[in-house]
Structure formats: structure tokens, C-alpha cells
DNA sequence: CCAGCTTGCGAAATCGTTTTCTTCGCAACT
DNA sequence: AGTTGCGAAGAAAACGATTTCGCAAGCTGG
């Protein structure tokens, strides 16, 4: 019944059938002409699109998604949007796909797998046609969801596809073992680190174990090296560093999960009369704005986020081109070394 | 052919019209019984599910768009992903939606209303019910654009909805004015601001002049507050908090229009061998994660993002239901007392 | 000058649902 | 008995684009 709601007066919606009409051609060459479908003359072509613009005509998607099978939309699973980090990737991503007409659905799992993926499959039933995922480790019901329905997988924050269409990212690993080599030049032998949760997540455990591996092969004892784990957050970050502090004989280096665990142990040390750099020299990763911002500025390991997301958006963009799975796109990570690293107190 | 199913390169999309030959009934009655119509017998319908669940069926989402004229989907435009006090309302926003089943498709404008309003544009193409934009002050096309399409409109950080559907935020204005009051009551009489750029941004605007507003209304002169604006970044604060300090007298408060402005200005006074608070209060806007880090802590006005997304959600919610224009919600700013602020020097 | 090709365009089929319109049967009322 | 009312379910009409097909010119080459 025409008569329930009448709020919007004036809400007329212009279809397709109104530009061919003020165009004075049909349905089937105005469509032609917006698509730029080359068997249009061009006169007729700007006819239309003049028309089009006049009445500020836009295509419905849902038909032309229905007719045309394609959607361009894509999802983007992310731990939480709370996190620059993540933010940054999804804004790059975001914009580049923005460029070829594709939008982007964002839902957050918050670091919980399970959660993950009844994301993906909520995400499947909207249709969309890829999805982006951070790091390597995910449930197999959700690979295998998305598999099934033929919706094409890209993940981030690793360099290593799997049974994904492509990777872009960064070797977590061997960041680890570059905040090592940094540390042992600087003469420093006791090393504590403060990784992020390791359940369930296979950036964390890597930057572990790069680390972990790159000390032992110095020859350090691993009696000489504690390693805590704390959820992101600035507290628990500060939290893990007391208990740090706390072991006998305690380190003179730390390396952070995160520039947001950094920063914690960073603001636990003033107060507690612990000197950084002098006592002891903290590493952070992700190159975050804070830790320009936390005194003393954090050394630490930047990850090109945005890029990260340009780079995801491109990778969907050739993988759907060339239908080749296993694109990676490798991303550098660099340490910038700033002024909460010194050389180990003697 | 009988063969089921070939492994898994080629699935076979299960339409509504499977369900229904399974069941041995009508597309109608297979449509009824999937969104729970009660015209549907009890029988019949447990027959259908059943057959739904035994294909696996997932129904097409763009033919259900297309006829039913529901999404479930709504945009939102916000200047950037990459401050966060954006990032946590769209991630409130994402939550709330989320349990109601509808999802969000985010896009940026980097401030650029011309950007924001294309992105309007395609928002609609895609056929978002709602969209939800940030501040007041929008071109008349994309207020435009929305209506003629239809689209209800949510603004954020406001409590002014003007024509669009509903507004969810706090007085900017207000909460100049408060930041205001507080350095008079502290005695501060030579006053100095840091204020986004005011052009296209009413909320940048509106805190600048509450603030100035509440410092005239004290009998303080014009002459004695200095009004400069920068772009949202760190350096830029820093720039401006310069500019501020070497006019004559100088302010012995600055108020800044957000955290990333007034971390700026606080890191230049350090090496500038200016104390804060003692030499010059500062304070900022948003409570941001930086607010907490930085050294002095930052003296700042809390902003409840992640709140202002989940009530935005749902004035969004109740709009649908009653269709009811011009829903508010006002949330409350929090002055937050740190220690960036103090008494005004002799 | 005509067969054969290209070009430009319109009519109509199509995508997979939801929703209206209709029909049918049966119980209940006048 | 005839009519009305009602619940359940099927047939067919939307929804708004794209795309197939076919037709009518306008060429070209033999």
C-alpha cells in the first residue's frame, strides 16, 4: 500500500529507463554506453552519459550484480580496528580498491578465531567475491568455507599463502632476528622479550622464535633469555615488565611484541628508577605513532602498513586477472633505531 | 547426470528453485517458509528447511536486495581510518550493527567534502540503506544525492542533525566553552589555541569558538588569544605550539582541538626549555591512547567514540522502526584532569 | 549490383528472489 | 443450500540492470 509511509516526498529514483528516455535512446544503449561497451557511436555515447550525469543517475547494484554476477566487494576480517596498525592496512586497502570500484565490508574478530569465522561466513552470504585475512594461521572450517564458495583468499601480515590465493606481507621471523642482531652488537647478553598472546597467532610466535633462534645462535645460553606473553594493551605491556625486572639476573634488553606492549614497559621503568636506555634497552615493533611519542622515543621495527593494504588490494586485483594462486608480495621491514636502544650496561 | 558432485572445482549453486523441487512445493511457499511467513503450514515448512539444509542452500543476495529493497548494509564516510579516535566509532558502529546483521561498508574522504561526496555517490550505487557521516557540514549534493535516493542519513559528532535523519555526538561548542572555564579558573589570562583547520570541518569551528566565546565572556580582549590552525598531525602541532610561544606577551594556556595537536605541542616545549604545566598549560581533545603517553600526561577533554558508533547504530535501528527525522542523542564530554594543566604563572 | 561483412541500435530474455494476485477447498454463518 | 470467510499454496508479476539476438543500414570487394 502506497499510503504507510510518506516521509520521503520527493524520493523518486532514477533508473536506467529515465537516462534512456532523456537520452532518447533505448534501455539496451544506454547501458552500453555507461559501460563502455565500444558498439556504441559516439555521439549516442555522450548523449547518455550527459544525461546520466543530468539526472545524477547511479546504477542500482543489486541488479546489476544479479545479472552481471559480479559484486566487486570484498571483506576484510581484522583482529579489531582498535589498533592503528590494523586501521592503517584496512585505509590503504580500502582506498586502492576504492579506485577500481570495489568496497570493502570490514568485520572484527577480536584475536578470536572462532569468531573469525562466522565473520567468513557471513561474509560469504553477502557474496563477496574475496576476502582478506591477517596471518597464516586460520581455522580450517573457514578456509574451507570460503574455498567452497569460490570466494578467493588474501592474507596479510605474512609471507606465506598457504592454501590462500596470495600473501602480502612481511617474514615476521626474520624481523625477530633482526631486534636480535641489533641487541647482541650492542654487547647485550640477558635478553627478556614481551611477545604478544602466541595462541592462535603465528605473527606473535614467529617474531618469538626468530628472536628466541637468533640469540641461541650466538651462542647464548637460554637461561639467559625470558620470554612473557601479554594481550596488547599499554597495562599489560607495563605489567610483563615488572615481572621482567623482577628475575635474577635481569635482562639489559627487551624486545616487544608491539610498539603498544613497548610503550607500557617503557612508562613502567621511569617510575620504577629504571634508566632506558642505560639499565635497560627496550625494542618495539610496528612503528607506531606513539612511540615517537613515549620518552624516550622507541627504537623499533616499522612495518609499512598502509602499503600492506595497497599492496592486498593489488595482489586481488592481479589474482583476478590472472586467476594464479600464490601470488606473495613481499614487504621489508626496517629497524629504526632511535633512542630506548644502547649499548648493555657493563 | 547422476553423479553427484565433481570434487570441488566446479560447485553447483543451489537456487530456490532446488529447495522447492526438494520439498515438492512452490517457489512461493519455499520463499514463505525460509523467512518464517506463517502463512506457511507447519508441515510444509519443516519440509522446506529441511531441504534447504540438506542442499546448503544460501539464497542469492542481490535477487533478494533487488526485490525485497533491504540490504542490510549501510555505509559510513569518516575523514580517516588512520586517527583512531575514528577508527574506535566505526568499530562501535561495526559491533552493534553486526548483531543486528547488518553490515558495513566504510570509506574515507581524508576530509575532502568533494571526496565525501562521491564516495556518497557510490555508497548509493551499492545500495547502502543508511549512511553514516561525520559532522554537520556537508555540499548540498550529497545531502542531495542521499535523499533522492532514499538514503537516511546518521551524523556523527554532532548534536545537530540538521535535515538529515538523526544526529548522535556531543556539543562541540560546549565543550570548547568547558576547556575554557576550567584554564580561567586557574587563573590563565593570556590564552592561545590550536585548532584543526576550521574550513569545511564545523567541529573544528565550533570548538574554537566556544572556547573563544567563553574567554570573552570572562572580559578578557581579543588582543590577548592568539587562534591558529593546523592540520591534524603531530609535527603540525609542534609548528603551531612554536608560532604560539614566540609571540609577545605569550599565552600561558593553549587549548588544542585534539590529542595529536596537543602531543605535538607538548613535545616542542621539552627541548624548547618551556615547562609544561608550570611555563604554559596545555590541553587537549578526544582522549586519545597518545593523551596517557605522553610526558607531561595530557589534560584532556574524553570523547566516547566507541559509545557514539553503538548509539549511532541504534538511532539507525529505531529510525527504520518508527521513521521517525530528526532522532538526537547526546553524549557527554568528560573534562579529563592530568597533568598538562596547572595554575597560571605569576 | 549483390553477397557478405561490419556497425549501431532496439526488443526481449534473463539473473534469483519476494510479493501480489488468484485459486482452491473447507468450515461457518445466514 | 448458498454465501461468506479464511487459511494454504501456486502462478505470475515485479525488482533494475545486462546481454543475447536480430534487424536495418552502410560499407567493401568481386
Given at each position: 500500500?502506497?499510503?504507510?509511509?510518506?516521509?520521503?516526498?520527493?524520493?523518486?529514483?532514477?533508473?536506467?529507463?529515465?537516462?534512456?528516455?532523456?537520452?532518447?535512446?533505448?534501455?539496451?544503449?544506454?547501458?552500453?554506453?555507461?559501460?563502455?561497451?565500444?558498439?556504441?557511436?559516439?555521439?549516442?555515447?555522450?548523449?547518455?552519459?550527459?544525461?546520466?550525469?543530468?539526472?545524477?543517475?547511479?546504477?542500482?547494484?543489486?541488479?546489476?550484480?544479479l545479472?552481471?554476477?559480479?559484486?566487486?566487494?570484498?571483506g576484510?576480517?581484522?583482529?579489531?580496528?582498535?589498533?592503528?596498525?590494523?586501521?592503517?592496512?584496512?585505509?590503504?586497502?580500502?582506498?586502492?580498491?576504492?579506485?577500481?570500484?570495489?568496497?570493502?565490508?570490514?568485520?572484527?574478530?577480536?584475536?578470536?578465531?572462532?569468531?573469525?569465522?562466522?565473520?567468513?561466513?557471513?561474509?560469504?552470504?553477502?557474496?563477496v567475491?574475496?576476502?582478506?585475512?591477517?596471518g597464516?594461521?586460520?581455522?580450517?572450517?573457514?578456509?574451507e568455507?570460503?574455498?567452497?564458495?569460490?570466494?578467493?583468499?588474501?592474507?596479510?601480515?605474512?609471507?606465506?599463502?598457504?592454501?590462500?590465493?596470495?600473501?602480502?606481507?612481511?617474514?615476521?621471523?626474520?624481523?625477530?632476528?633482526?631486534?636480535?642482531?641489533?641487541?647482541?652488537?650492542?654487547?647485550?647478553?640477558?635478553?627478556?622479550?614481551?611477545?604478544?598472546?602466541?595462541?592462535?597467532?603465528?605473527?606473535?610466535?614467529?617474531?618469538?622464535?626468530?628472536?628466541?633462534?637468533?640469540?641461541?645462535?650466538?651462542?647464548?645460553?637460554?637461561?639467559?633469555?625470558?620470554?612473557?606473553?601479554?594481550?596488547?594493551?599499554?597495562?599489560?605491556?607495563?605489567?610483563?615488565?615488572?615481572?621482567?625486572?623482577?628475575?635474577?639476573?635481569?635482562?639489559?634488553?627487551?624486545?616487544?611484541?608491539?610498539?603498544?606492549?613497548?610503550?607500557?614497559?617503557?612508562?613502567?621503568?621511569?617510575?620504577a628508577?629504571?634508566?632506558?636506555?642505560?639499565?635497560?634497552?627496550?625494542?618495539?615493533?610496528?612503528?607506531?605513532?606513539?612511540?615517537?611519542?613515549?620518552?624516550?622515543?622507541?627504537?623499533?621495527?616499522?612495518?609499512?602498513?598502509?602499503?600492506m593494504?595497497?599492496?592486498?588490494?593489488?595482489?586481488?586485483?592481479?589474482?583476478?586477472?590472472?586467476?594464479?594462486?600464490?601470488?606473495?608480495?613481499?614487504?621489508?621491514?626496517?629497524?629504526?633505531?632511535?633512542?630506548?636502544?644502547?649499548?648493555?650496561p657493563?
Amino acid at each position: 500500500m502506497p499510503s504507510t509511509k510518506l516521509a520521503n516526498s520527493e524520493a523518486k529514483i532514477v533508473k536506467l529507463k529515465d537516462v534512456a528516455l532523456r537520452a532518447g535512446c533505448s534501455l539496451a544503449t544506454a547501458s552500453r554506453a555507461l559501460n563502455g561497451n565500444p558498439t556504441v557511436g559516439e555521439v549516442e555515447r555522450e548523449r547518455v552519459l550527459a544525461a546520466a550525469a543530468q539526472l545524477g543517475y547511479v546504477p542500482n547494484n543489486s541488479a546489476r550484480a544479479l545479472r552481471a554476477q559480479t559484486k566487486h566487494l570484498v571483506g576484510v576480517i581484522i583482529p579489531t580496528l582498535d589498533h592503528a596498525i590494523y586501521a592503517k592496512m584496512v585505509d590503504g586497502l580500502q582506498d586502492r580498491l576504492a579506485q577500481a570500484g570495489t568496497s570493502v565490508i570490514i568485520n572484527t574478530s577480536g584475536y578470536d578465531l572462532e569468531r573469525e569465522r562466522s565473520q567468513a561466513r557471513l561474509l560469504v552470504a553477502r557474496g563477496v567475491e574475496a576476502i582478506i585475512l591477517v596471518g597464516a594461521e586460520h581455522q580450517t572450517q573457514t578456509v574451507e568455507t570460503l574455498a567452497r564458495a569460490g570466494v578467493s583468499q588474501i592474507l596479510t601480515y605474512t609471507d606465506t599463502p598457504g592454501d590462500a590465493s596470495g600473501a602480502v606481507g612481511f617474514d615476521n621471523y626474520a624481523s625477530g632476528i633482526s631486534a636480535a642482531k641489533y641487541l647482541l652488537e650492542l654487547g647485550h647478553r640477558r635478553f627478556g622479550m614481551i611477545a604478544g598472546l602466541t595462541q592462535h597467532n603465528d605473527r606473535a610466535r614467529l617474531r618469538r622464535d626468530g628472536y628466541l633462534d637468533a640469540i641461541m645462535e650466538a651462542g647464548i645460553s637460554r637461561d639467559n633469555v625470558v620470554v612473557l606473553e601479554a594481550p596488547y594493551s599499554i597495562d599489560a605491556g607495563g605489567a610483563a615488565m615488572r615481572s621482567l625486572m623482577q628475575t635474577h639476573p635481569r635482562p639489559t634488553a627487551v624486545f616487544c611484541g608491539s610498539d603498544i606492549l613497548a610503550v607500557g614497559a617503557v612508562k613502567y621503568c621511569g617510575p620504577a628508577g629504571i634508566s632506558v636506555p642505560k639499565d635497560v634497552s627496550i625494542i618495539g615493533f610496528d612503528n607506531l605513532e606513539i612511540a615517537h611519542v613515549v620518552e624516550p622515543e622507541l627504537t623499533t621495527i616499522d612495518v609499512p602498513a598502509r602499503e600492506m593494504g595497497q599492496m592486498a588490494a593489488e595482489a586481488l586485483i592481479e589474482f583476478k586477472k590472472s586467476g594464479e594462486k600464490g601470488i606473495v608480495k613481499t614487504l621489508q621491514t626496517r629497524l629504526l633505531i632511535r633512542q630506548s636502544t644502547g649499548p648493555a650496561p657493563d
